[in-house]
């Protein structure tokens, strides 16, 4: 099993930026993939993007392309996503999670966050 912790959330106005972390922890999850989902109010679980541990090879969901940025720190254990030009749409609580085979078995607690406009 592996254990993420979330941080980072917050409340931003439109156009502004934030840096979300995930602290990675458990077991060796050197061949894991590790995501980062969103869910508003109402809304299904969206994904946002995800990161190949090892080989830091890395895709996007459509609404987020181009805008967030999903990278990994190997010596630390921590995963981040970075978030630039934000929309109000954007708001959601935000996960982490991780994945061995193909996969989402363990999930964050989840973090907030607030775009207004």
């Known amino acids: 099993q592996v254990q993420l912790v979330e941080s980072g959330g917050g409340l931003v106005q439109a156009g502004g930026s934030l840096r979300l972390s995930c602290a990675v922890s458990g077991r060796t999850f050197s061949s894991y993939v590790m995501g980062w989902f969103r869910q508003a109010p109402g809304k299904e679980r969206e994904f946002v993007a995800a990161?190949?541990?090892?080989?830091?090879?890395?895709n996007y969901g459509d609404s987020v392309k181009g805008r967030f940025t999903i990278s990994r720190d190997t010596t630390n254990n921590v995963m981040y996503l970075q978030m630039n030009s934000l929309k109000p749409e954007d708001t959601a609580v935000y996960y982490c999670?991780?994945?061995?085979?193909?996969?989402?078995?363990?999930w964050g607690q989840g973090t907030q966050v607030t775009v207004s406009s």
């Open positions: 999670a991780a994945a061995q085979f193909g996969s989402y078995d363990d």
């Open positions: 990161i190949n541990w090892s080989y830091s090879t890395t």
